[in-house]
Every structure is written in C-alpha cells, then in structure tokens.
Nanobody, 125 residues
Framework: VQLQASGGGLVQAGGSLRLSCAASGRTFSRLHGAWFRQPPGKEREFVAV????????YHADSVKDRFAISRDNTKNTIFLQMNNLKPEDTAVYYC???????????????????WGQGTLVTVSS
C-alpha cells in the first residue's frame, strides 16, 4: 500500500485545514486508517483513527472537538478536517494504515503497518 498525504500549509490560529491521504495498491477499503503527527523536536504522536468501514473513530484528547477523521472508500482516501487550529498543532502530519483493528483509543506508532510521507502544517499565532 502506498499512501500519499496532502493539504498541509501555513494557517493562522483559529483557521482550518483539510488533509487528505490517497491510497494505492492493496485494497485500502479493508484497512483501518489513521493520522499521526510529529511536532518539531518531539516524538510522533497519535491524532485519530478510523475503522475500515467508518463505523468507529477515536481522536486524541488534544484534538477532540476540533479535528475529525473521515474516509471515502470509493476514492481510497481518508481525511482529517482540522478546525480552530492552534500554534501547538504545528507538526508534520502522517497518514497511516493497519490491517487489524487495535483495541485502544490511543494507537502507538509501533502498531502501524503502512506509513505515508508527511505533510507540514504550520499554525501561526
């Protein structure tokens, strides 16, 4: 599976961005999708995950009520809608996928099977 993230950029605090992750290769519709981020100088951290059929989503506490993960299996794409962005949301955002559902609302990076390249989101104050 190849994952291609896009949609990052520079935005002012309070603004919005929508990230997309297009998948090719193996049938992405049967994989669970996720977003992680890596702030400057910090480790990669979990942002959100969505089940293969969209029935279940989890979001990190730090983004809950501001970010929303979704997917369109007809387009082999997952999305991350980011609203009310804050300077602390500045990071490289990575899309990811896993074959088997991981029974936790906070996925560690170590359980991911497939990674996409990152897209940089910069939020200015």
């Amino acid at each position: 599976v190849q994952l291609q993230a896009s949609g990052g950029g520079l935005v002012q605090a309070g603004g919005s961005l929508r990230l997309s992750c297009a998948a090719s290769g193996r049938t992405f519709s049967r994989l669970h999708g996720a977003w992680f981020r890596q702030p400057p100088g910090k480790e990669r951290e979990f942002v959100a995950v969505i089940k293969w059929n969209g029935a279940t989503t989890y979001h990190a506490d730090s983004v809950k009520d501001r970010f929303a993960i979704s997917r369109d299996n007809t387009k082999n794409t997952i999305f991350l809608q980011m609203n009310n962005l804050k300077p602390e949301d500045t990071a490289v955002y990575y899309c990811a996928a896993r074959q088997n559902w991981f029974a936790s609302n906070n996925w560690p990076a170590a359980v991911i099977d497939y990674w996409g390249q990152g897209t940089l989101v910069t939020v200015s104050s």
